[in-house]
């Protein structure tokens, strides 16, 4: 008898003849993620992905494999001999060993067709071998205590719980994105929800130093080093951007620096990830949420921008993206009293319905700057791998 992870996927194995791309990409991403549980094995079976291990490593990998985007559910399985005697003697051993059980069932799945009993006599069999071994027990179909779940395949897996987990697609299946990451709530939730569809997120954070603090950038890498139990690696780009940032603070109407900063910002993050291959931007920008996040606001800082620019949060409530941030453990750190580039230097009447031919008449005493700028703040990122 051994213990496994038994990991089920659910929307890839909906993929046609792609499946196996998927499949394998998923079975990567979990050997990834369990590089630091040295005991860990990575096996394929129809329709499940097995992980071997020490008993004793059972808890840490149950966490770190929970988060792997592309899986549905797992389970503490242990896994024995096809042989009928052998699964009978574990399922009363298993009913046995469960303190103060009255009720159970018996759910089995014959994956194993030359297996001489189909499922539903399995399932009889086992719920009558059980009762004649076990006194003061009953069997209950509809409300167990315990359902009791054996698959047959060439080897027998028996487990009694299912860990529900975060589905979705295996990170790298949909290409890489470059996400706007700052140290607020929104936009390590928008990397999340965009991870969870397959993209591989790379992380650009706007550093205006001395305006905003070290202890802001700590906290957008730790808010990364978050995100990368879900994302897999991530490369945050640091962008020195106090240069760019006070022009335009200096040289454009005052009500318009928020979206011009904006634009400006779209302009190097799609430099960073074209130079990355990146095929879109992502930021966590809802419909309404603040002055420069309205339709207007948005084209305005959409209208930079050459490759598709993804939001999805942009029909959220906050009180919705707080509660997703509290779920994957980025709450706690976007709260940190840090502020980032984004909340200094801000108008006290921000244009909210701005123009495109505004902006860009507004920008046009800071263009021929601007380009030496922007290359040198690209040039001169810090790269943070985690």
């Known amino acids: 008898m051994e213990h496994v992870i038994l990991v089920r996927y659910g929307e890839i194995a909906l993929k046609g003849l792609n499946r196996n791309f998927f499949i394998d990409l998923l079975a990567k991403n979990i050997r990834n993620t ?22 004793t490593d ?10 792997v985007f592309g899986i549905v559910s797992i389970s503490d399985a242990v896994i024995i001999a096809s042989d009928m005697k052998v699964i009978e003697e ?19 799945k014959r994956g194993d067709k030359t297996f001489p009993m189909k499922s539903p006599d399995l399932c009889a069999h086992l719920g009558e071998v059980i009762l004649n071994a076990v006194e003061g027990i009953k069997v209950d179909i509809h409300n167990p205590e315990l359902n009791l779940w054996v698959e047959v395949r060439e080897e027998t897996y028996m ?6 987990c975060n589905g979705g697609l295996p990170v790298g299946c949909s290409g890489k994105g470059a996400l706007l990451l700052s140290g607020g709530i929104d936009s390590p939730v928008a990397g999340y929800m965009m991870a ?41 780009f640091v962008v020195p951007f106090t240069e760019v940032q006070t022009k335009i603070v200096e040289m454009c109407p005052e009500k318009q620096t928020t979206i011009i900063i904006r634009r400006y910002m779209m302009r190097i993050a799609e430099t960073i990830a074209n130079n990355e291959g990146a095929k879109c931007l992502i930021t966590g920008e809802s419909l ?26 942009i029909g959220f409530d906050k009180s919705e993206i707080v509660k997703i941030a509290q779920t994957i453990g980025t709450f706690e750190t976007s709260i940190l009293p840090y502020e980032d580039c984004c909340t200094i230097f801000v108008p006290k009447h921000p244009e909210t319905r701005p123009k495109v031919a505004e902006m ?27």
């Open 34 to 55: 369990l590089r630091c549980v040295e005991s860990a094995k990575v096996k394929k079976i129809q329709g499940r992905i097995i992980v071997f291990l020490d008993e």
């Open 58 to 67: 059972l808890d840490l990998a149950m966490s770190r494999v929970q988060k």
């Open 90 to 108: 574990n399922a009363i051993k298993r009913i046995r060993e469960t303190e103060g059980l009255k009720t159970f069932k018996i759910t089995a």
């Open 159 to 164: 487990y009694h719980e299912f860990i529900p």
């Open 196 to 236: 969870k569809r397959g993209v591989e997120v790379i992380g650009v954070y706007f550093h205006s130093f001395p305006f905003t603090s070290d202890r802001a950038k700590q906290k957008v890498v730790d808010l990364a080093k978050i995100m990368s139990q879900y994302c897999g690696k991530i490369k945050l």
């Open 288 to 313: 309404g949420q603040v002055a420069s996040q309205t339709m207007e606001g948005l084209g305005a800082t959409n209208a930079v921008a050459e490759l598709p620019v993804f939001r999805p949060l």
């Open 360 to 386: 860009k008449r507004s920008e046009e005493v800071i263009a021929e700057m601007m380009i030496g700028m922007m290359a040198t703040a690209v040039e001169n990122c810090e790269i943070v791998k985690l």
